[in-house]
């Protein structure tokens, strides 16, 4: 099992939808996440972490669910902008050194 | 958030050149800075980390005498491709750990697309 997971997609999606991305980590120790953004050739920007009692920033929300060993980011109110590669990263265990980065689920926001 | 700037933003050389890749971390001290490198359509994969006041640690499969990493400073990382040829053509991305969170949030510099001919 890969150390991060996650479905490439495309995700395509009108304005003003609702989506949700989840993403499967294989380490259970794990006690650090995040979620990122990266822009077609651009660097990956940290979008947020993901705390055990889930956290919202404005549209944006994301949880964990270590039980299945998994975290999500949900979507609302989905704008152009946010179209985009979002990438899943999880720290390994014990270390605040490397990043795991999952491959990304792309977003395309369309009129 | 934490800003980390990188130089020069795009490069092309002739194969069989050099090249230095400069990451800054602009307002914190970055005792560890990291190297990736990202091919197109596929995921960031990190190649070394930089840690300043002693050598890098590489990852399995980067050849350390070809990418030459050298953390100068608190505030300064070097990356330098030796020899480039036509297959190092890639993003490399550097990003610095942000001491004053919770230690494992990484900001990236806006990468340099670096094309061998």
């Known amino acids: 099992r890969k150390e991060v997971e996650q479905d490439p997609g495309p995700f395509n999606v009108p304005e003003g939808a609702t989506v949700a991305f989840n993403c499967t980590y294989s380490?259970?120790?794990?006690?650090?996440f995040f979620w990122y953004r990266q822009d077609c050739r651009k660097e990956p920007k940290l979008l947020m972490s993901v705390y055990s009692s889930g956290n919202e920033d404005g549209r944006f929300t994301a949880q964990l669910n270590r039980a299945s060993q998994y975290i999500s980011l949900l979507i609302r109110d989905s704008k152009l902008s946010d179209s985009a590669t979002y990438l899943c990263?999880?720290?390994?265990?014990?270390?605040?050194?490397?990043?795991?980065f999952g491959t990304g689920t792309r977003l395309q926001v369309t009129l | 958030g934490a800003v980390v700037s990188q130089h020069p933003s795009w490069v092309i050389c002739k194969s069989g050149t050099s090249v230095k890749i400069e990451c800054r971390s602009l307002?914190?001290?970055?005792?560890?800075m990291f190297w990736y490198r990202q091919f197109p359509k596929q995921s960031l994969m990190l190649m070394a980390t930089?840690?300043?006041?002693?050598?890098?640690?590489?990852e399995q499969g980067v050849e350390k005498d070809k990418f030459l990493i050298n953390h100068a400073s608190l505030t300064l990382s070097t990356l330098t491709v030796t020899s480039a040829h036509p297959e190092d053509s890639s993003f490399y991305i550097c990003?610095?750990?942000?001491?004053?969170?919770?230690?494992?949030?990484?900001?990236f510099g806006p990468g340099t697309r670096l094309t061998v001919t």
């Open positions: 990003s610095a750990r942000d001491p004053r969170g919770t230690g494992y949030e990484q900001y």
């Open positions: 990263v999880v720290p390994p265990e014990g270390t605040a050194s490397k990043l795991t």
């Open positions: 930089s840690n300043e006041g002693s050598k890098a640690t590489y």
């Open positions: 380490n259970s120790a794990s006690q650090s």
């Open positions: 307002d914190f001290q970055a005792t560890t």
